[in-house]
């Protein structure tokens, strides 16, 4: 009996080893190799940023705004978008960055599709977790499984040599192939409710208005299939705590339909490096973003 014990413990032991030391080796290649966890490292050890615009949201605005075309015009912007992210998310992502750095940037622009993305949703992206300043680690916290869909990236970068020269420049992921549109035009109007009635939208508000910062949220271009008919607007946006932001609906059809963006995504409504440059530029012309551009 005694033997059988010991063998089980040093079983045990041996187990428990090899899951530390895999664990640990695959947590040092995401750390190294992954967009998003290079990304979240580089944007919590920057000395003095001077961003004047912050972009947020989840992995549709990570590819589909242009922040390196943003600053060549004078407008100098950071991408902060991770891939997963919930509105929750973004609002921790902002705090940290405002209460960490004395420059305060004069816009955030979260940039989500009302169509595709849930609005209400309380978990914290993995890659901001596990970084957050104070965040207690527990057994959710191995790497193994809290970064799964990261070994699936690194895998992908081993066998598409296109995924694996993928660039990303200022934050911004750029894709260079190419998908066209086959969907087809549904009769869709834009959720302004949805919008209103988001407790984490409220609160990036809040945010923004006690640093100064004007917040705009932006319904971002999916294909065909995700576009509305309502008017771009901007709308003001009324939230239950008192705050306001305004709302541009750039999923419009008819707006879509004039960048001319069929043939410039990446595969499932992700903008690849073309249709982010002709969406970034659009974005810029209808929006306050074009006064800095006018001082410049």
């Not at 949805?194 to 294909?223: H, M, Q, S």
Request: with cysteine.
């Amino acid at each position: 009996m005694k033997k059988f014990i010991l063998k089980a413990v040093y079983f045990g032991l041996f187990f428990l080893l090899f899951s530390v030391i895999v664990n640990g080796v695959f947590l040092a290649l995401i750390v190294k190799t992954d967009w998003d966890f290079v990304k979240r490292l580089e944007s919590l050890r920057w000395e003095d940023p001077r961003y004047e615009v912050l972009i947020l949201g989840t992995s549709l605005s990570e590819y589909g705004i242009d922040t390196e075309l943003m600053t060549s015009k004078g407008i100098p912007s950071f991408n902060l978008s991770v891939v997963g992210s919930s509105i929750k998310t973004n609002y921790v992502q902002l705090e940290e960055y405002l209460t960490r750095y004395p420059h305060k940037p004069l816009y955030v622009i979260l940039a989500i599709n009302s169509y595709l993305e849930e609005f209400n949703q309380e978990g914290i992206q993995p890659v901001i977790e596990f970084t957050m300043k104070g965040h207690r680690y527990g057994f959710k916290d191995v790497p193994i499984s809290k970064f799964n869909w990261c070994g699936m990236e690194l895998l992908k970068k081993l066998i598409r040599p296109h995924y694996r020269k993928m660039k990303v420049a200022l934050g911004q992921k750029r894709n260079t192939t190419s998908e066209y549109d086959h969907s087809e035009f549904q009769e869709l109007y834009l959720n302004i409710e949805k919008y209103e009635t988001a407790p984490w939208l409220a609160e990036i508000a809040r945010l923004c208005d006690e640093y100064g910062v004007t917040f705009i949220a932006v319904d971002i271009p999916g294909v065909k299939e995700t576009q509305n008919l309502s008017d771009v607007g901007p709308y003001l946006l009324h939230f239950a705590n008192g705050h306001t932001a305004y709302l541009y609906n750039f999923n419009e059809q008819d707006f879509c339909t004039g960048l001319g963006i069929e043939e410039d995504w990446g595969g499932l409504s992700h903008l690849n490096k073309n249709g982010a440059r002709k969406f970034t530029e659009a974005m810029i012309n209808r929006t306050p973003l074009s006064d800095l551009v006018s001082v410049n």
